[in-house]
């Protein structure tokens, strides 16, 4: 029946307008059986259909060109394409299924450069421009810059956690008192003695903690507690890795909160797909890119895909919640609202996302999202997160100065996730000759808000 009208509206197409200048043709398994509803595109444009119940699709309205390259993409199956000319009729497309489950014996593959280390050689061999003429930052330029490959040599980091200064100076262990009500109790610090501040192995120097499920995830992933984070190797050293974030599958929240269930921070609330031997899998948010096992993955562009490391409650206290104010907030609302990634990782900073040689294809780029992941080292982005008005009034020898700051432009609140991040208001107040005003009344920067 379907098979029928498709040839009805080939023929009455070319009755109309002549030759049939479209691309039609079937996608199917690898038993040959036609896959219905796949994504079926002309690559890197938005000539885009879904294959019908029988698998057939018909692509009109091409654009310019004598060769095309089609995709297709249905769940459960990598992108595969084929080549085509205008009025190509016969087109097969064969998918191929990836792995339903994940491989916890693969061995995750470096983001950095490693040449000459075959299939390891690194995703900067193809997503970096260092070493090519090509002046475009590429993903691994770009993530190089950004705070999650370096989350394994921060040193606020590695401090907090051994309970250190930067210079590796470390505070004496906790000490407990016990109470005959409440057992064991940390006591606060002996300041007769050299401190450096507090540290998770001082409270607990048995064990190594959680805080690798998320600083140091592609150690953790197996062994969620019993990675110390200071001491991994290899590809795990390298923070949050390109092949961790593209193997992730899902999240898993808890359906009526839809935040990440207590105590299941990091690697623990994400399903992963690492492929088994001899094959790979990327997982992106583009469904028509084609070079070998990449399959399009729609929570790459979804809030709910960074929600177990920027939301996390420990014993009841909520520590990091980016993701818990951004689910209260009108940002979540899917058709005004906006993403962590529509913020964090903006589109249209290049046209291509590999290098050409190694099959990088020229695209829209409105389709490409940054690796800068913005956030306190980028002035602009942090000059233009709120909206600041100030009114001042005169009477008599004083003036009564009003400031107000309105957070219109963050998809959460300021400051947001770590708990050691303040915001200081600091007024500086001068008159038409430069000299500084004298503050008679009002509210002041205290002590610990640092010497301003
Ligand atoms: C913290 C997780 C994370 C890390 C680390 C990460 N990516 Fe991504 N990547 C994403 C997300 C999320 C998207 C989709 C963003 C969107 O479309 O809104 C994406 C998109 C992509 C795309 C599709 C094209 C584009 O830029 O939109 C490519 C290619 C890619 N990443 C490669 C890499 C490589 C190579 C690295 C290592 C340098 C890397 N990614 C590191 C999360 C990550
Ligand atoms: C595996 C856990 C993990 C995932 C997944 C993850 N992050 Fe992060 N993110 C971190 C950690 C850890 C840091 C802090 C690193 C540090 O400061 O040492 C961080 C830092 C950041 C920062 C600060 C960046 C900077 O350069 O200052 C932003 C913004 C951010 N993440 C946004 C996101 C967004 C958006 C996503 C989802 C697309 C995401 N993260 C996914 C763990 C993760
Ligand atoms: C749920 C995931 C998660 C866990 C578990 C976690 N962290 Fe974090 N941590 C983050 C994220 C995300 C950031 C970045 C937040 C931001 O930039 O505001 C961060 C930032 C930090 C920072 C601030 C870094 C800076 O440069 O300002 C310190 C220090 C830190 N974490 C220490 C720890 C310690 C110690 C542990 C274990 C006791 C731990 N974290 C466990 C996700 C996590
Ligand atoms: C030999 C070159 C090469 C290497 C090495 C490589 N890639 Fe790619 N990758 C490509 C090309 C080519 C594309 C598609 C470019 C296009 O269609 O514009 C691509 C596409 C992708 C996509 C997009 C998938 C989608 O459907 O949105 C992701 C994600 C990705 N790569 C991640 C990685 C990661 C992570 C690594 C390292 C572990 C890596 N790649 C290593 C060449 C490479
Ligand atoms: C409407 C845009 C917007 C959305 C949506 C948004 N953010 Fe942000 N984010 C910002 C701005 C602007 C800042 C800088 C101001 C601040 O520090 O709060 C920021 C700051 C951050 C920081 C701290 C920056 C740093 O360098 O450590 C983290 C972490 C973060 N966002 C994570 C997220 C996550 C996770 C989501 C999604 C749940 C998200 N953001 C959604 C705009 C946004």
Not at 28 to 49: F, H, K, L, W, Y
Request: hydrophobic fraction near 35%; charge should be negative; include cysteine.
């Amino acid at each position: 029946m379907k098979k029928g009208l498709v040839c009805l509206l080939i023929v009455l197409m070319s009755s109309c307008g002549g030759r049939f200048t479209g691309l039609s043709g079937v996608v199917i398994d690898e038993g040959g059986t036609p896959v219905s509803g796949a994504v079926v595109r002309v690559q890197t444009t938005e000539v885009t259909t879904l294959s019908d119940e029988d698998g057939q699709f018909v692509l009109t309205d091409l654009p310019l060109g004598e060769e095309f390259f089609v995709t297709a993409w249905s769940p459960g199956f990598f992108i595969v394409g084929a080549e085509a000319r205008p009025g190509d009729k016969k087109i097969v497309i064969e998918l191929h299924s990836h792995a339903a489950e994940d491989n916890p014996d693969y061995d995750w593959l470096p983001s950095e450069f490693h040449p000459g280390a075959g299939e390891d050689q690194g995703c900067a061999a193809c997503h970096s421009n260092v070493g090519s003429k090509d002046s475009t930052m590429l993903p691994v330029d770009e993530w190089l810059l950004d705070a999650h490959s370096q989350s394994a040599q921060n040193p606020r980091f590695i401090s907090m956690y051994n309970g250190t200064d930067v210079n590796g100076n470390q505070s004496p262990p906790t000490r407990f008192g016990t109470s005959q009500d409440y057992g064991s109790f940390p006591l606060p610090p002996d300041l007769s003695k050299p401190y450096f501040g507090p540290g998770y192995k001082l409270d607990f120097p048995n064990t190594d903690g959680n805080c690798a499920a998320c600083h140091t995830p592609a150690a953790s992933v197996n062994e969620p507690y019993s990675i110390d984070p200071t001491k991994v190797t290899g590809v795990a050293a390298e923070g949050v890795p390109c092949d961790f974030c593209h193997k992730i599958w899902d999240v898993k929240l808890d359906p009526i909160t839809q935040m990440p269930r207590p105590n299941m921070p990091g690697v623990l609330s994400y399903e992963f797909r690492r492929p088994p031997e001899g094959h790979q899998f990327f997982a992106g948010p583009l469904d028509d890119v084609a070079p070998g096992e990449d399959t399009f993955s729609p929570i790459q562009q979804e809030s709910a895909y960074c929600a177990p490391c920027h939301q996390a409650v420990f014993w009841d206290t909520v520590i990091y919640n980016s993701y818990g104010e951004w689910l209260e907030s009108d940002y979540r609302d899917e058709e005004t609202g906006q993403t962590c990634q529509d913020c964090h990782m903006p589109s249209g900073l290049a046209d291509h996302f590999a290098l050409a040689e190694e099959g990088g294809l020229v695209r829209d780029p409105k389709t490409i999202s940054s690796h800068k992941m913005l956030g306190v080292m980028d002035t602009e982005f942090m000059q233009e997160a709120v909206t600041m008005t100030t009114k001042a009034d005169l009477s008599g020898e004083e003036i009564n100065l009003e400031v107000e700051i309105f957070n219109d432009n963050t998809g959460h609140h300021i400051p947001t996730d770590s708990p050691l991040r303040h915001m200081i208001l600091w007024v500086q107040v001068s008159d038409s000759l430069g000299n500084q005003l004298e503050q008679l009344d009002g509210p002041t920067i205290p002590d610990w808000g640092g010497n301003w």
